[in-house]
Nanobody, 121 residues
Framework: QVQLVESGGGLVQPGGSLRLTCAAS????????MGWYRQAPGKQRELVGT???????TYTESVKGRFTISRDNSKNTVYLQMNSPKPEDTAVYYC???????????????WGQGTQVTVSS
């Protein structure tokens, strides 16, 4: 079994900073792309950004210059550093990971349970 656990969510003031962590554990041979998504109340889940195992990072336009994604392959962990968050960044943040459980296995997309981020003064 594979588990993804997000942590670090909470209440942050506009202009502050917050770092989310997503750690994958379990039967993992290798992980491809890891991603961060978010879902605000009444809205569809949207992509925040992704990080490949080779270090290629992409961001959705609305967070460019404010959020930074990084990854530690040795720890099967991806981070989301949120700087200068805005009230519109309030959402449940989810991570996912494309996990291959053995050399011969196909990869499968796993999701974490989500962590709430509230940006408010």
């Amino acid at each position: 079994q594979v588990q993804l656990v997000e942590s670090g969510g909470g209440l942050v003031q506009p202009g502050g900073s917050l770092r989310l962590t997503c750690a994958a554990s379990g039967s993992i041979f290798t992980i491809g792309t890891m991603g961060w998504y978010r879902q605000a109340p009444g809205k569809q889940r949207e992509l925040v950004g992704t990080a490949t195992s080779g270090g290629i990072i992409t961001y959705t336009e609305s967070v460019k210059g404010r959020f930074t994604i990084s990854r530690d392959n040795s720890k099967n962990t991806v981070y989301l550093q949120m700087n200068s968050p805005k009230p519109e960044d309030t959402a449940v943040y989810y991570c996912n990971a494309d996990v291959q459980k053995s050399r011969a296995a196909l990869s499968f997309l796993y999701w974490g349970q989500g962590t709430q981020v509230t940006v408010s003064s």
